[in-house]
């Protein structure tokens, strides 16, 4: 019963996508957050994610066949060059079939560009589009949150995974939830999502997303209390990149800011919060672990085990230093053997981008995040600039410090409308000013 909703709900969003586009795409935004699949089989035909993503790019173009000259696409230039400079890097890559390589690209670039580049010029051409993809958000945020808190009352067990997972021939791994002697208070969470990681990727991207709708005149005790619930579940998600990832984020906003009463707000809050896990001494200890790396409460990478981790990586690439070893050499080496005896799961962006695309894998996100920065500088004003580059760096520490799982998707989503919000915030005071200006005219004559 529960596969025949799943699917009809699909269904009706491919085909709102050809009737009503923003409501097609807020339905998949929805199901993106609280599935942790997409499964279609329609007779002998399958539909997976990344065929549905190319529906929905195609949808947009069907849309606005009027209008493709005016695509938006600078916004999202920086991720474009990236996918470009590594696509043109796989003739040169000898230590992996090429065909290989080409898959994995085709498979990154259709799960992580089409749908922001859809959502992002959907936004651009109709109105509403923005309130409605943000509300849809912002409800996933929600359900996702309270039930990520609630499964602290049953560690180990997840009603929706377990009932959701078999639908795609997957099975929910409850040894690994509970995390048996692993120093996790309530185990490892994942919420509506496949893994705890994600989640936590998630949690941390929702917070910079629930800040930047905080209005300076407006009431806000809705978002104030979504943050609170955020950092919740941050805490308590048995996960503790997210925690780290966050106090990263955290103390770049203050840096850029310089808001000295914001920063006395952080700083109570941050000595409350502290005390409250200190009455909790097995929750305190799995935190403080992250500052410790000799401590034994908490099984994960300590600061040896990463610099071991680093020193196998540029063994690994010996020989081909300068391009890496091929596009998803990673994700291939995986697939045939598991994990690596050194580097294990590959967790951080330098081992992947460093194994894949060697130094000039390096230089490449050097360019993006340069060009990243450059294009949100020239563009908005410093309180939104903030915010924009807030994300990145969220998006960027979190898989410094735990890889890249197909993390990109979700930070695109939550760019692009944080984008949209503040490109109709300023179309919107540049109208403002300039009907200003003319009553003035009109009122001097």
Known sequence: ???????????????????????????????????????????????????????????????????????????????????????????????MPVEEQFNFFRLDIMGSLMLPFAMINVMKFDKEAYILFRNAMLIGVVIAVLYGIFLTLIPGVNPWLIAVMPLNDMKFNDSYALAENGGRLFGRISSVFSHPMTFGLFLCLSFVFTYSLIKPKGRNITYFLLLALLVIAIIVCGVRTPIGSLIVVIAFYLAMTRKYSLIIYVAISSIIIYFIIQQFPELFAYISSMFDDKSEAVSGSSNSMRLEQLKGCINTIKNNEFFGLGYGWTGYYQSLHGDHPVMLAFESLVYVVLCNSGYMGIAIWIIVIFLYYRYIVLRFRRNSRIILLSLMVTYLTYSLITGEYGYMKYFLIFYVIILSNYKQKRIFKKRYKIRTERIKTIASK
């Open 1 to 95: 019963m529960l596969g025949i909703f799943v699917s009809i709900y699909l269904l009706v969003m491919l085909f709102l996508c050809f009737i009503r586009l923003r409501f097609g795409i807020a339905m998949y935004l929805l199901y993106q957050i609280l599935v942790p699949f997409v499964n279609i089989n329609i007779g002998s035909v399958h539909f997976g994610q990344n065929l549905v993503n190319v529906i929905v790019f195609v949808s947009l173009l069907w849309s606005y066949n009027d209008k493709l000259n005016q695509l938006e696409y600078k916004s999202l230039l920086p991720f474009i060059f990236l996918f470009v400079a590594q696509l043109l890097l796989i003739p040169l890559h000898t230590k």
